[in-house]
């Protein structure tokens, strides 16, 4: 996907998640961000819409001092669905007049603009599941998109630690995790070294069948292993099949919480 199906897609969301907390009670509790109610989560995606919108606008070339920015957040919880859509709707003014490809600082390695509307497509997406999970809907995922959200998770939880602090401690002799998708061909491969982890890639390992081969691995469609990787489904699931080293798949899903 490219940024300017990310900055679709998250029109698209946005939209999707409205919807759903629109027509709930927001007091309801939501599983899987424990603690937070429909009215929080709403209120959260709204925050993370306009915080990212402002460093968007800004074009930050260093980490901000300060997360402070006017969100105009609404009094009353019953009118936080249209706030999200009036924040949604500011990103995606903001997404029109930046050139993805300029140069920004990101906490992940793509220090583009670009950085930043993808992130703000899987938040709002992983969010807009959250509220359909705790209304016991089943989400629906499509597959390209739940690829690149596989994707964009393994390519930046290496950078993720200095609010993911777990991550540190994904370590290992030279240990391999395989998360192959049984709807498609995609599959990504990360190696655990002794100084840290990340994914491997055809550039940074020639893509060889060595690189290929992987001392535990799990199997799901891309939408299951997306919410897997983000905590949103056991891994015991009978959505996935794992082979290999259950410690190592213990080691990894203990320290990947992003």
């Known amino acids: 996907m490219n940024p300017a199906q990310h900055g679709a897609a998250v029109a698209a969301e946005t939209a999707r998640f409205v919807a759903v907390v629109k027509a709930a009670d927001l007091t309801t509790p939501v599983p899987s961000c424990p603690g937070w109610t429909l009215a929080d989560l709403t209120r959260h995606t709204g925050q993370v819409h306009r915080w990212f919108t402002d460093l968007l606008r800004r074009r930050i070339q260093q980490p901000p001092t300060s997360r402070e920015v006017d969100l105009r957040l609404p009094e009353q919880p019953d009118d936080y669905p249209d706030w999200l859509s009036e924040s949604a709707a500011e990103a995606a003014e903001m997404f029109t007049s930046t050139d993805p490809d300029a140069p920004m600082w990101a906490w992940g390695p793509d220090q583009h603009a670009r950085f930043w509307i993808r992130r703000m497509l899987f938040e ?20 390209a998109l739940a690829a690149d959200g596989i994707d964009e998770f393994l390519t930046n939880l290496p950078f993720a630690s200095p609010f993911a602090p777990l991550t540190a401690e994904l370590r290992g002799p030279d240990r391999t995790v395989r998360f192959s998708c049984t709807d498609g061909d995609d599959d990504w491969l990360v190696r655990l070294r002794p100084d840290g982890f990340a994914l491997v890639t055809d550039t940074t390992e020639a893509g060889t069948t060595e690189a290929r081969t992987a001392d535990a691995t799990v199997r799901g469609t891309a939408a299951d292993l997306l ?6 489904l056991d891994r015991d ?14 080691h990894w899903f203990v320290h990947s919480a992003f």
Do not use: K, N
Not at 227 to 232: E, F, I, T
Not at 237 to 250: N, Q, V
């Open 227 to 232: 919410l897997l990787l983000y905590g949103r």
């Open 237 to 250: 699931s009978d959505a996935f099949h794992l082979e290999g080293d259950p410690d190592l798949l213990a």
């Open 124 to 143: 709002t997406l992983v969010h807009r599941t959250d509220a359909e999970l705790a209304l016991g809907r089943t989400p629906h995922i499509d597959r």
